[in-house]
């Protein structure tokens, strides 16, 4: 097991740190950490590393508060895999865990930016602190490299504007987005200071199997419950460019290696979605249709413009920095949710002891578009 090198309550070192932080001497074949990895993307990334041979160890840290054990089970015979059930809150513990590690994939977090309107001090724990607890851990422990999940939110409201990096101030909308804004604030002054090299990543909204919440999680258990009518958040014509779960993984990677390839003390930023966006409306329906219930299913539509508070009604971003640094999506945003939909629908019976609510509606006759 692991232990932790600097006790909490020690003098911290100051700059001097970014002389000890050593480059990564197994560059190519880095031992690598996922926080968050038992949770919907975190999964989809392991099994990306885990398919690499060159990859030596990947260890997962995550309190399952979201995460499930049910998406790692197809590694549990794999050694190179370590799991840890902590939680990032409990920066002694957690921190043992970053000991020889070279690269951190920061997945972990609050997930949905709903959650922050009933407990205000959700996103200011869940990222904000969560992060500084990663950064801080990366520091004592010398782990030099941080790919971070974060998200278009931090650009706010600015309707139709097509959003690029070097939009600012950003103003977010939602806690969820101003702890997006933190975190990535913490690892600019991390870097800086101590020498930690970072690639932030600004997601657009992410849909596939294994989804834990979001649209089409909420719609297929509204659906579940009561297939002859389908309420949706606002008026369905918010519009958001959407990312298929797999498709980002391998941008996750991508910005790991760029991630490896940045001086001591520099970090990068850069959106990832596709041109355009889905509207809410095109979800719905496609859902419904997949399963089989198009016209059949009423759907009905509230009146506001965004889902709730906090939510943008439309989103437009720009990843033309992504893909001149050599990374292209395959896919538009109405094709990644038609396929996501497929792929969630075939998953969905193949789930064993699920713990949720989440399930094929009964009378569903898959459709496949
Ligand atoms: N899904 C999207 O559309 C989307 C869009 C933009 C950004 N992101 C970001 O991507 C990351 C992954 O999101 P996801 O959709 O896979 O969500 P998820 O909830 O499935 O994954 C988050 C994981 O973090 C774990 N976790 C949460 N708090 C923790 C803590 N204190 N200590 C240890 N583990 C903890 C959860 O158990 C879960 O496994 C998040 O940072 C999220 O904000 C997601």
Request: hydrophobic share 40%.
């Amino acid at each position: 097991m692991y232990r932790l090198i600097v006790e909490s309550g020690e003098r911290f070192p100051y700059a001097s740190t970014a002389k000890r932080l050593k480059p990564s001497t197994k560059k190519n074949r880095p031992v690598i950490l996922v926080t968050g990895g038992a949770g919907f993307i975190g999964s989809h990334l392991l099994d990306a590393l885990l398919a690499g041979a060159a990859t030596p160890e990947v260890r997962v840290l995550d309190n399952f508060s979201s995460g499930r054990r049910e998406h790692l089970a197809q590694h549990k015979n794999d050694p190179r895999l370590k799991v840890f059930k902590l939680d990032l809150l409990d920066f002694k513990k957690a921190a043992a865990t970053f000991k020889g590690v070279d690269r951190v994939f920061h997945l972990a977090a609050n997930p949905d930016a709903r959650w922050g309107i009933d407990n205000t001090r959700l996103d200011l724990e869940q990222e904000t602190l969560v992060t500084y607890h990663v950064l801080e851990a990366m520091r004592r422990h010398g782990a030099a490299q941080i790919v971070f999940a974060s998200s278009g939110t931090v650009y706010g409201d600015v309707g139709a504007t097509v959003t690029r990096e070097t939009l600012g101030p950003a103003l977010p909308i939602s806690l969820y987005g101003a702890g997006k804004v933190a975190s990535e604030a913490l690892i600019s002054a991390f870097c800086a200071t101590f020498g930690l090299r970072g690639v932030i990543l600004r997601f657009g909204n992410i849909v596939g199997e294994r989804t834990t919440h979001g649209a089409i999680y909420d719609f297929l258990r509204r659906l579940a419950k009561n297939s002859a009518e389908l309420k949706v958040l606002g008026n369905g014509r918010q519009s958001k460019p959407y990312i298929y779960v797999r498709d980002i993984v391998d941008a996750i990677v991508f910005g790991g290696e760029k991630c490896a390839e940045l001086e001591a003390g520099r970090f990068d930023v850069f959106n990832v979605a596709p041109d355009g966006g889905t509207t809410v409306r095109f979800i719905a329906e496609e859902l419904v249709a997949q399963l089989g219930f198009k016209g059949r299913t009423k759907i009905s539509y509230g009146t506001t413009a965004g889902g709730w508070p906090g939510d943008v009604p439309v989103s437009r971003m720009d990843s033309t920095k992504l893909r001149n640094a050599g990374f292209v999506l395959p896919r538009s945003s109405d094709e990644a949710v038609r396929l996501a939909i497929r792929r969630i629908l075939e998953w969905l019976p193949q789930r064993k002891n699920a713990k949720d609510d989440l399930r094929l509606p009964k009378d569903a006759k898959l459709i496949s578009n």
